[in-house]
Every structure is written in structure tokens, then in C-alpha cells.
């Protein structure tokens, strides 16, 4: 879900409201390190808003993927085609493309759009993802990435889309959501970790925690 030095991620610091740690611009994601990290304040980034408006939020992601950019310029938006899907029926929000996203006038706009979801399709754009953990928020763009490039995939297939009914979206969509059953991350974190630990002693690159 890279592109190459661009995107970001931030968290907010651990006892503290107004700093975050975002990646360094300019790095490609496999080149950074726990030491590559910045400390910034609030004010400094578009993520800054949703981490000031949503004390709820620890971690906010941005991506733009093949299959994000491409469902963010359909104008159905994100359908329940699957069960993935399903699960951000009542639980996202849309933003209108503005330009790049460098005007910290949009910020508000942003937030407003974003509302209470953790999950935002950014028009003409791509994806953004916060939640209450990393594992959370990193979780959450998993499956929203996953349902993206199903939709592309289904809808580039150009046969009949079939839909669960009306009656089974939004029960489903709240068996999916962080709190009802356990919070994402809680076992999914821990085997990623391990793929992370397994590549590190493949590729050359320093250990993750470095």
C-alpha cells in the first residue's frame, strides 16, 4: 500500500495531546526506522485536525492505491459487495477533491467529512484510516484496501452484481465494527509482526524497532 515517498502516518504520542510522530518526507517506507521518526506538533499537518478534533484518535493513515484512487473516483462509492465491504455500511465518510492537500484551510473540512467513522474515501484522491490504536487504524485500511480492489476487480468483471439484502447490511456492518466483538489489531498485530521480523532477515534492512 506504498507510493513510493509519499503518504504519511501519524500517532499521537503516548501522555501527550498536541504531538504527533509522522514518517520523514523523503524516505521511502521500507527505509524507516523508529529513529527516522519526527515529533511534530498538531498544527503541522492535515492529519493534525482529526487527531485535534478526535481525542478518541491515536493513529491516522493515508494511502494512495491503485485500487483506492480508482475507487474513490467512482461516483457509487464504496458498495456492500462483499463482507469486507459490509462492514463500512453507516461507517464512512466522503471528501470532495480539493487540490493537493497542502491548504490548511481544508482541514475543517476534512474533520467534518470524517465525522465519527474511522474510515474516509478522499474523492479523485485515495483512502485515509484512523483509529484508537495503531493496530486499529492499520487494520481498518487493511480491509478498507481489501474491499476497494474487490469492487474493482467485480465491477471490471462487467457481469451482474449480486448484493446482500437490506435487511442483513447494517446488523452486519455493527458484528464488524472495533467494539462490539474484540478491537482489530488484537491478534492480527502480533502475525504481522512476525511477516515483518521474517522479511528483515531477508532483505538487509535494519530490524523494524531500530
Sequence with gaps: MTDLIYNNITARIPG?????????YGMLYKEITASSLVKIDVEGVIHGAIHKARPDVA???HTHTRAGIALSAMK????????TAVRF???IGYHDYEGPAVDLDERERVVSDLGP???LIMRNHGLLTCGATIQQAFNTMYQLELSCRSQVDA???RAELVMP???VLAHTAHLYQPGTRRPYGVLEWPAMLRLLEAEDRHSGYPPYWH
Design 165 to 167: 439484502g437490506e435487511n
Design 76 to 83: 457509487c462509492g464504496l458498495l456492500p459487495l462483499s463482507q
Design 59 to 61: 493513529c491516522v493513515l
Design 89 to 91: 455500511v453507516g461507517h
Design 117 to 119: 467513522h474511522d474510515a
Design 16 to 24: 501527550g495531546k498536541d504531538h504527533l510522530l509522522i514518517n520523514l
Design 155 to 157: 465491477m471490471a468483471a
